[in-house]
Structure formats: structure tokens, C-alpha cells
């Protein structure tokens, strides 16, 4: 089984990519399951029903969302009706969707699941270990499911790192977000699980972090806020990782990422 995790869609530059390209991507990567975070993808801040109905039809089979998830206040409603969205497993006491599902894809049984980090972020999410670690043994991988994904959610590289081994031979795939930037060191860990820090963005990189930077450099610059942030609407970059699974175990038998388009380096994944 291949499996294709796209990282954060930033605006609308990250959800025409998105759109415009997953049909075929299915095909040339022949992947099996497809997961998109989208918590940036309208505006730059949450996802509304109509973007989430779109990146759904273009061929995405999970959205994952992280701390902006109800940015967009209407996805309160919608999660709750749209079960191929996966909310992350500590985000409140009270939420209306679950942080954890079982999809179904070519006659496999695959746990995606996501959880947000507490290292450096604004809001002082639950501990996330304990939530993983228990929705990993309720749905034990090679019996309960053929497959399970991690994405951990978090702006700190050392937190993603401790997931990833806390998983590592309890889960297919952990995989980091957030920051926007991809990083080189998708590997498979010691006990199988497959592993990277941070994904990336789909979105333009001739920015900072997606946005366009007039308005973030001035505030670094100054200190002081002026006008909204917004979206930066050069060309994109899909970006995100591929990983293929020993269909007997649901391990990692190889890991690569993948980077198509835009102004970063191109990578092309497994061949």
C-alpha cells in the first residue's frame, strides 16, 4: 500500500494546486490513500464547507485539521456531518468530531489520526501522548487495521521527534505540521514506522510561510501590527510525503518526500 500525506494548503494559490493536480497525482504516484491538512486553506486561517468540498472531490480521502480548525466558524457544523475530516485529538474537551478515523481504501483498514504539540504554541493544548498512545492500542496496527497515520501537529522539531519514537512499531506513519517548512529527514525509525518533522506547506514559498510578507516583516521590523495578513499568491508548491507499506506488517518499507512545482527544489517521491 502507498499512502500520500500532503502538508498544510495555504490559501487559495494552495487549494488551486490541490484541485488542480491531486486527480492525476493518484494515478502517477499509484497511491492508495490520500490525506491533505487543510487548516489554512481558506484565507490562510481555518477551512470552510465550500474549500473542504473541493479539495474532498478533487480526490483527497482525509482532511486532517489542526489549531486553526474552527477559524471558520460554519466548520463547527459541518465536521460533525463530514466524517472524511479528522479533527485533532486534543483540541478541546467538547468537540464535535472525533480525533481519530478508520478509513477504507482498496479493501484496507487505515487509522489516521492527529494530535497538536504544546511546546512554543498559543493555546495551551492537552497532553498529546496519552491520546495517541491509546488510540494506537484500541486500533492495533496488523490486526485491528491495516494501517495508521500520526500527524503530529507542532511547532517544536524535538516534540515531533519524541511522537514519532513514542510510535515508532505501533504506527505505519508519523508525520509533522505546522510550520510550513519540509524537512530532510523522512526516514524509517528503528521499529519500522516511518517518520518526518514537518511536511511542508502547499502554498507559495516566495513568502514567509505562505503569507505574503509586506505585512509579517513589518511586524518583525516594527514590532507593532498594521494591516491583515493575507495569503501570498504566487505560484505553489505541492509538497508533502509518500510512503510505501509491507502489506503483511502496515511498517514502513520505504519513505520519500515528495515536491512538485514552485520555486523549491523538485522531488518526486518513491520510483
Known sequence: MRILFLGDVVGRTGRSAITGRLPKLRAELNVDFIAVNCEN?????????????????????????????????????????????????NYAKKQPAPGARVFRAGGKKILVAVALGRVFMNRPFDDPFEPVSSILDKFRLGTAVDASIVEIHAEATSEKAAIGIWCDGRASLVVGTHTHVPTADARILDKGTGFVSDIGMCGDYNSIIGMNADEPLTRFVSGMPGKRIQPATGESTISGVIVELDDATGLARRIAPLREGGSLENAFGLH
Open 41 to 89: 486553506a481558506t484565507n490562510g486561517l481555518g477551512l470552510s464547507p465550500a474549500h473542504a468540498r473541493a479539495i474532498l472531490a478533487a480526490g483527497a480521502d482525509c482532511i486532517t485539521l489542526g489549531d486553526h480548525a474552527f477559524d471558520q466558524r460554519d466548520m463547527i457544523d459541518y465536521v460533525a456531518k463530514e466524517p472524511r475530516i479528522v479533527l485533532p485529538l
